[in-house]
């Protein structure tokens, strides 16, 4: 008993800060400890920030299908800032207080049974009652060659950044896709999530569960542009140029009319969650969700395809062949719903 008391001594060394305000258990102590029923751990931040995150593809393409040249080159996908939004990229809780937890986690173990696989951990994630919603930072997501990418080489990792100066990217790095902000509202039944590791009674990794409101539901949206080029053409310190439009989705408004199309009643229902799933199969990653999910509203709105009144004479004139260059008005789909859908991600 003596030798386990030294070993937690230097257990809570190692846990520094908290070793200071932790003793080791005598004999006696640790004779009268019995198990808790589960762990409840209650976390609170405001906004989570990163420079970039990438995701890498170490060996190029795969498919052989088309002619020479064979491109086997490592590149990678990176989430970003940009030369409008800055280096900082993240996510903000939105709160109407500051009292409690912005998310709890409930943490238990159970034996299972051997019909359902056995023993398994879980996990329920929940928001604090003061958290309303998320808000995602404006970001851009960028193609980057082997030099402007990290790299692991056994124990050794080595960071490497898209940009060679701020926010100016370097050769060879091409931006994709530019969002602003995104906000996501919750309903009153705020989203949740219930994760279990090792066996899966629930039938998933991860079941979700709750309501959320909208996503980008404040005026026409949040706009998202697929970035072409620049307003002055390689120059991405000048406006993007490319396909544009404002995304918006929200929970289905039911509404009632009379034989004379006058509004009779308008019910609002939020986008429930529940019955949505993900989690890794053998198939690799996946996410769906089952029977026939909830109605919802979506709005692809403002569509554009270059940049409306740029100067004329420039890279991207405001009438092209005699036609104004103007968006394409809006398109959308109301009361909409899926049934059994089902994504598979596979590794690369």
Request: hydrophobic fraction near 40%; glycine fraction near 14%.
């Amino acid at each position: 008993m003596q030798k386990n008391k030294k070993i937690g001594c230097v257990s809570l060394l190692l846990c520094s800060p908290f070793a200071m305000a932790m003793q080791p258990m005598d004999d006696e102590s640790l004779a009268l400890t019995t198990g808790q029923d589960g762990i409840t751990v209650g976390v609170k931040l405001d906004q989570v920030e990163f420079k970039q995150t990438a995701f890498i593809d170490s060996d190029g393409l795969s498919y052989t299908g088309y002619n020479s040249p064979t491109h086997t080159n490592k590149a990678g996908l990176v989430l970003a800032g940009n030369n409008t939004t800055g280096s900082t990229v993240g996510v903000q809780f939105l709160r109407s207080g500051s009292t409690s937890p912005t998310f709890n986690l409930v943490m238990d173990t159970d034996a299972g049974t051997p019909a359902s696989g056995g023993a398994f951990a879980n996990i329920a994630f929940s928001f604090g009652a003061d958290v309303s919603g998320l808000r995602i930072l404006p970001f851009s997501v960028y193609m980057a060659g082997a030099n402007s990418l990290s790299t692991a080489s056994g124990t050794t990792y080595t960071a490497n950044s898209i940009f060679s100066t701020g926010t100016t990217a370097k050769a060879g790095v091409k931006e994709l896709l530019r969002a602003g902000t995104i906000d996501v509202a919750f309903a009153a039944n705020k989203p949740t999530m219930n994760i279990q590791l090792g066996a899966s009674p629930q039938g998933h990794m991860i079941m979700f569960g709750g309501a959320i409101d909208s996503i980008c539901g404040v005026g026409n949206g949040c706009n998202i542009m697929l970035v072409s080029d620049y307003l002055t053409s390689g120059d991405p310190s000048t406006a993007p140029v490319g396909a544009s439009f404002n995304f918006q989705f929200k929970g289905h408004t039911h509404t009632v009319r009379n034989t004379s199309g006058v509004i009779i009643s308008q019910t609002y229902t939020p986008f429930s969650l529940n019955g949505f799933y993900a989690g890794v199969e053998s198939g690799g990653l996946v996410f769906g969700n089952d029977g026939i999910s909830s109605q919802f509203d979506l709005g692809l709105n403002n569509i554009l395809l270059g940049t409306a009144g740029a100067a004329s004479g420039g890279t991207n004139p405001p009438v092209f062949n005699h036609l104004s260059n103007g968006s394409m008005g809006n398109v959308g789909i109301v009361g909409a719903s899926v049934t059994n859908l089902k994504m598979n991600i596979k590794g690369m």
